[in-house]
C-alpha cells in the first residue's frame, strides 16, 4: 500500500513539475519537465537516501566508536532492530547541535537511521533509545520511501518554480504570462508543500505508537519529544533551513515550529503527541510521569571527550562532541 501511496505521489508531483514546463516553455517546455522529472523519480527512488545522508554529512558509527555514548546508541539500535524483526539498518550520526533524528531508504533491507550529535548528547539513554525506536517504526512501516522521495522531488518543484520569473518571464506569448508565471511561483512550492504535509502528520502519530511499542516505554519517547522541541527552538539546523523540503522527515520540525496541529505544519503538535504516548502507556499499564512542558536549561559542558565527530561550523563545540 506505501508503495501505492509513493507512486501517486510522484505522479501528483510529476504533473505539477510539468504544469510548471508548460506555463514557462509551452508545450515543448511541458515535454522537457516529463522527461526531466521520468528521469528524477527513477533516480530518486534508488538515491534519495544517499542523497538526504550527504546533504547532512552523516557518518556511519559501529561498536568500535571511541565514545561511550555513541557505542551505546549504536547498541540500542542493533538489538531493537532485532526484536522488531528488521534487518540492521545503516546506523549514522549527524555533526548537528539541534537534537534531532530521521530515518530513510527505500525499504528496510536498504533503510539507514540518522541522529544528530545534539540528540545524543542532550537526552538519556531511554530517551534516546524511545527516539530510535520511532525511527525503526517509519523503516518498519515502509513509510521511509515516500518521506524521502518527497523531500527530493519537492525541493526540485520548489527551485523550479524560483526559476519561473527567470526564464521568459516577460514573454507575453509565453502561456500564463507573467502573470501565470508570479501564480506558479507561488503555488508549486505551496502545493508541494501541502502533499509534504498531509503525509507526515498521520505518519508521525502511528510511528510514535509503533515506535513506543518497539522500546516498550512510550514515556520515554514523551519525555524525549517535550526535550527536543525545548531544545530545537534555541538551535539552528543549518542544513534543514537550507534545504526545508526535508523538515518532515524529522521527528521534530528542525524549522520554526508550530503551536497547533495546522494546514501549514509540517508535524503534529508535541503536545499532542505526548498525550497520546501518555494514554498509550496508561493502556500498557505504566504508571503516568510528569507531562509539564519541559525547558531547556543553558547548555553546558560535559567531561566526555574523544569523538573524531566535527562539530558544525554555525555553534562553537560543546558535549561530548567537542
Do not use: C
Amino acid at each position: 500500500m506505501n508503495h501505492l501511496k509513493t507512486f501517486a505521489l510522484l505522479a501528483v508531483m510529476t504533473a505539477l513539475f510539468m504544469g510548471i514546463g508548460y506555463l514557462i516553455g509551452g508545450a515543448s517546455g511541458m515535454a522537457i519537465a516529463l522527461a526531466v522529472a521520468a528521469g528524477m523519480n527513477v533516480f530518486s527512488y534508488w538515491n534519495a537516501d544517499k542523497i538526504v545522508l550527504k546533504m547532512y554529512r552523516a557518518q556511519p558509527v559501529d561498536e568500535t566508536h571511541p565514545n561511550a555514548v555513541v557505542r551505546a546508541y549504536v547498541a540500542d539500535v542493533k538489538q531493537m532492530a532485532q526484536d522488531a524483526g528488521l534487518p540492521l539498518p545503516n546506523i549514522t550520526i549527524i555533526p548537528n547541535d539541534q537534537p534531532n533524528a530521521f530515518a530513510t531508504g527505500r525499504n528496510p533491507q536498504n533503510a539507514a537511521v540518522a541522529a544528530t550529535t545534539g540528540l545524543l548528547d542532550m537526552l538519556t539513554r531511554e530517551e534516546i533509545r524511545g527516539v530510535m525506536a520511532h525511527e525503526l517504526a517509519h523503516v518498519k512501516n515502509r513509510d521511509t520511501l515516500t518521506m524521502t522521495v518527497t523531500a527530493t522531488v519537492a525541493g526540485a518543484i520548489a527551485m523550479l518554480a524560483n526559476f519561473a520569473l527567470f526564464f521568459g518571464g516577460n514573454d507575453r506569448e509565453r502561456p500564463g504570462g507573467m502573470i501565470g508565471t508570479i501564480a506558479l511561483m507561488l503555488l508549486a512550492p505551496m502545493a508541494a508543500g501541502l502533499v509534504q504535509m498531509a503525509i507526515s502528520r498521520a505518519r508521525e502519530y502511528e510511528a510514535d505508537r509503533v515506535g513506543a511499542e518497539i522500546a516498550n516505554d512510550p514515556q520515554a519517547l514523551a519525555s524525549a519529544l517535550q526535550k527536543i522541541e525545548a531544545y530545537a527552538r534555541g538551535a539552528v539546523n543549518a542544513p534543514a533551513e537550507r534545504n526545508p523540503a526535508t523538515a518532515h522527515m524529522f521527528i521534530i520540525n528542525p524549522l520554526n515550529g508550530k503551536g497547533a496541529d495546522n494546514l501549514f505544519s509540517t508535524h503534529p503538535a508535541t503536545g499532542n503527541r505526548v498525550r497520546a504516548l501518555m494514554e498509550l502507556g496508561a493502556k500498557m499499564g505504566m504508571g503516568g510521569r510528569p507531562t509539564a512542558a519541559f525547558v531547556a536549561p543553558a547548555p553546558s559542558a560535559s567531561s566526555v571527550r574523544g569523538t573524531s565527530v566535527p562539530t558544525t561550523d554555525d555553534a562553537p563545540p560543546r558535549g561530548p562532541w567537542g
